[in-house]
C-alpha cells in the first residue's frame, strides 16, 4: 500500500503486504466487466409473462408513468417494489417467472423508478421508432438510471459498494407492440455481471463490498472472478471483516490512516484465522485489504476485508486450490517455506509496501 508506514519489526509481524493499488487494479479488470455485463441487464423475450403479480403505479410526481403501460405485459412496478426471477440459461425462458415479491425475502432487483419515454420530446420514443438495441439502452440507463436511484435511495448509496445501478428495459416485441418504459434499480452484480440474490431492502443494508469470512473468490487468467468453493481454483480468500467505526468513528480517516490500522489488525485477525503466526510465511502468501474512500464513507459504508492471496510478479494473482487454513497448491505445486534468518544475521532491507522481515520469523 503506497504510502503506509511498517509496522514494527516483532516475531508476529512476518508477512508481505500486497500494495492496495495493486489489488484494486486487479479488481478493477473485474469491475470493467462487470459493468459491460449489467448494461443489458434484464431484457424479456416477450415481456413480463405474469403481470397480475406485479403492482401497477399508484399517482406520483416526476416522469413517472401514472398507470398500466402500453404492453401491458410489461406490467408496472412502484419505487420500493423487490422482483424475484429464476434465471435459466435459454433466453426463451430466462427470467418469465418475474414476480413481486417481499423485500425480506431473496430477490435481484429493487425498483427505484419506472420511466415512461414515450412522454420524451422527439421523435426516438414515438410511435414505428426503432428498436434501440443494447447499447443504447446503457446509454440510457447512465442518463436516466443513476439520478432515479440517486433519489430513491438518496446520499445513502455507495458508488463503490456492493449493489449497482440496473435497468429493465422491453424485448423488441414489446417495443413493437408501443411499450417504451425503462425500469430502474438496484441490484448486486457479481465480479463477472451475474445478478445476485439480494435479501432486505438496500435502505437499510450497509452497502459495503465485503464477502463474508471464509470465502473464496474464484480466479479467470489470473484475474478475481466470483465465489467458488475453496477447493476450487481462486485468486484469492477472505480472512476476516473488519469495521473501522471502531477506530474511526468520526469522519472519513485518510487512506494513510487507514493503512498505518489495518496493516496490524488485518496481522492479527488473518494470524488468528489462519490458526499459528508464521503461516503467511510458511505458504507463501501475501496479505492485502482495501480502503474505503470519501464517498463510501459519506454513503455509511464502513466495513472492508483482510484477505489472502498471491501476487504474481508480472501483475494479478496465482491460482490457490484448498483453503488457507489447510494445505493449498499455488499454480499447482505446494508452497515451499523459505529459509528463515540465522539468529544475529543482519536482515535485508523491506521491498516498498512489505512489512520488515524479523529474525527467527
Same mark, same amino acid.
Given at each position: 500500500?503506497? +504510502?503506509?508506514?511498517?509496522?514494527?519489526?516483532? @516475531?508476529?509481524?512476518?508477512? !508481505?503486504?500486497?500494495?492496495?493499488?495493486?489489488?484494486?487494479?486487479?479488481?478493477?479488470?473485474?469491475?470493467?466487466?462487470?459493468?459491460?455485463?449489467?448494461?443489458?441487464?434484464?431484457?424479456?423475450?416477450?415481456?413480463?409473462?405474469?403481470?397480475?403479480?406485479?403492482? %401497477?403505479? @399508484?399517482?406520483?410526481?416526476?416522469?413517472?408513468?401514472?398507470?398500466?403501460?402500453?404492453?401491458?405485459?410489461?406490467?408496472?412496478?412502484?419505487?420500493?417494489?423487490?422482483?424475484?426471477?429464476?434465471?435459466?440459461?435459454?433466453?426463451?425462458?430466462?427470467?418469465?417467472?418475474?414476480?413481486?415479491?417481499?423485500?425480506?425475502?431473496?430477490?435481484?432487483?429493487?425498483?427505484?423508478?419506472?420511466?415512461?419515454?414515450?412522454?420524451?420530446?422527439?421523435?426516438?420514443?414515438?410511435?414505428?421508432?426503432?428498436?434501440?438495441?443494447?447499447?443504447?439502452?446503457?446509454?440510457?440507463?447512465?442518463?436516466?438510471?443513476?439520478?432515479?436511484?440517486?433519489?430513491?435511495?438518496?446520499?445513502?448509496?455507495?458508488?463503490?459498494?456492493?449493489?449497482?445501478?440496473?435497468?429493465?428495459?422491453?424485448?423488441?416485441?414489446?417495443?413493437?407492440?408501443?411499450?417504451? %418504459?425503462? !425500469?430502474?434499480?438496484?441490484?448486486?452484480?457479481?465480479?463477472?455481471?451475474?445478478?445476485?440474490?439480494?435479501?432486505?431492502?438496500?435502505?437499510?443494508?450497509?452497502? @459495503?463490498?465485503?464477502?463474508?469470512?471464509?470465502?473464496?473468490?474464484?480466479?479467470?487468467?489470473?484475474?478475481?472472478?466470483?465465489?467458488?468453493?475453496?477447493?476450487?481454483?481462486?485468486?484469492?480468500?477472505?480472512?476476516?471483516?473488519?469495521?473501522?467505526?471502531?477506530?474511526?468513528?468520526?469522519?472519513?480517516?485518510?487512506?494513510?490512516?487507514?493503512?498505518?490500522?489495518?496493516?496490524? %489488525?488485518?496481522?492479527?485477525?488473518?494470524?488468528?484465522?489462519?490458526?499459528?503466526?508464521?503461516?503467511? *510465511?510458511?505458504?507463501?502468501?501475501?496479505?492485502?485489504?482495501?480502503?474505503?474512500?470519501?464517498?463510501?464513507?459519506?454513503?455509511? @459504508?464502513? !466495513?472492508? %476485508?483482510?484477505?489472502?492471496?498471491?501476487?504474481?510478479?508480472?501483475?494479478?494473482?496465482?491460482?490457490?486450490?484448498?483453503?488457507?487454513?489447510?494445505?493449498?497448491?499455488?499454480?499447482?505445486?505446494?508452497?515451499?517455506?523459505?529459509?528463515?534468518?540465522?539468529?544475529? *544475521?543482519?536482515?535485508?532491507?523491506?521491498?516498498?509496501?512489505?512489512?520488515?522481515?524479523?529474525?527467527? +520469523?
Amino acid at each position: 500500500m503506497s +504510502g503506509y508506514e511498517p509496522a514494527p519489526p516483532t @516475531s508476529e509481524r512476518t508477512r !508481505r503486504t500486497l500494495s492496495a493499488n495493486t489489488a484494486r487494479r486487479g479488481l478493477a479488470m473485474v469491475a470493467v466487466g462487470a459493468v459491460l455485463a449489467a448494461g443489458a441487464t434484464v431484457v424479456f423475450s416477450d415481456g413480463f409473462s405474469t403481470p397480475e403479480k406485479i403492482v %401497477t403505479h @399508484s399517482a406520483a410526481a416526476g416522469p413517472v408513468t401514472d398507470g398500466p403501460v402500453t404492453a401491458s405485459s410489461f406490467g408496472a412496478a412502484d419505487p420500493g417494489v423487490c422482483l424475484q426471477w429464476t434465471p435459466t440459461d435459454d433466453p426463451e425462458t430466462d427470467r418469465q417467472d418475474l414476480a413481486e415479491v417481499p423485500c425480506a425475502d431473496p430477490h435481484r432487483f429493487e425498483v427505484a423508478r419506472d420511466i415512461d419515454m414515450s412522454v420524451y420530446p422527439g421523435v426516438e420514443f414515438g410511435p414505428g421508432s426503432p428498436y434501440p438495441g443494447s447499447i443504447r439502452f446503457g446509454e440510457l440507463r447512465d442518463e436516466h438510471c443513476m439520478a432515479a436511484v440517486d433519489d430513491y435511495v438518496g446520499a445513502k448509496f455507495d458508488p463503490s459498494g456492493r449493489f449497482g445501478v440496473g435497468l429493465m428495459f422491453p424485448s423488441q416485441a414489446g417495443w413493437a407492440k408501443g411499450e417504451r %418504459t425503462l !425500469r430502474c434499480g438496484v441490484q448486486m452484480p457479481s465480479n463477472t455481471g451475474a445478478l445476485l440474490e439480494v435479501t432486505g431492502s438496500i435502505l437499510d443494508q450497509d452497502q @459495503s463490498k465485503v464477502w463474508p469470512t471464509g470465502t473464496c473468490i474464484g480466479i479467470n487468467q489470473n484475474v478475481p472472478a466470483d465465489p467458488v468453493d475453496c477447493s476450487a481454483p481462486h485468486a484469492y480468500e477472505v480472512a476476516s471483516v473488519i469495521n473501522l467505526t471502531q477506530q474511526f468513528p468520526g469522519d472519513n480517516p485518510s487512506e494513510g490512516d487507514q493503512d498505518k490500522y489495518l496493516e496490524g %489488525t488485518c496481522t492479527d485477525a488473518v494470524n488468528s484465522y489462519l490458526g499459528y503466526d508464521t503461516a503467511l *510465511r510458511d505458504k507463501t502468501l501475501t496479505l492485502f485489504w482495501d480502503t474505503i474512500d470519501v464517498s463510501s464513507w459519506l454513503a455509511g @459504508s464502513r !466495513r472492508v %476485508t483482510c484477505s489472502v492471496g498471491k501476487e504474481l510478479e508480472s501483475g494479478g494473482f496465482a491460482t490457490i486450490v484448498g483453503t488457507a487454513k489447510g494445505d493449498i497448491l499455488i499454480n499447482g505445486t505446494a508452497p515451499v517455506p523459505p529459509p528463515a534468518a540465522p539468529d544475529g *544475521r543482519a536482515l535485508p532491507t523491506p521491498l516498498p509496501g512489505a512489512a520488515p522481515i524479523t529474525a527467527g +520469523g
